[in-house]
């Protein structure tokens, strides 16, 4: 099996198309190359090639918490009591929690969690509770800003800039 060629940078077409990609992921090939001057079989190339590369890994519908019956959220942070991996496997196991994160500082790791309530949140830390020497919960009041795209392909850095 011939060894896949290293990837080595986006260029200026490959930040287009990712560009394009996270304004919205269900653009068919065919409207992306039009978008940005390409045949529909080269944006697929360059796709499966960034997918390859490890730079696009995934797809996925973007939901509401809310209209899903969990409009609260929280993140939880814990110091955990033991193994870090002992803290990790009781998070995963909750479906309520949507990303965990190692994290340094005061707190080993911090968690997102989306709860029906209060009272549902309370139970989440109650499972939570025997796998942390110390957690403390913050309930997210209002939603600023999330969701921005990685910057591709920009001069100047800015904010979420990775090029």
Known sequence: M?????????????????????????????DIGKAIGLSATSVAERIRRLEEAGIIVGYQACLSPAKLGFPVTAFVLARPNGPDA????????????????????????????????????????????????HIVTLVVLSTSFEGVPIAVGETEPHRGSLC
């Open 86 to 133: 002992r803290f990790i496997k009781v998070a995963r196991a909750r479906a309520e929690i949507l990303a965990c994160y190692r994290v340094t500082g005061e707190f080993s790791f911090i968690a997102q969690a989306v709860v029906r309530d209060v009272t549902h949140l309370e139970e989440l830390l109650n499972y939570l509770e025997p796998a942390a020497v």
């Open 2 to 30: 011939a060894k896949a060629a290293r990837f080595q940078a986006l260029d200026r077409v490959d930040c287009s198309i990712v560009r394009a990609l996270q304004a919205n992921g269900r653009d068919s090939f065919a």
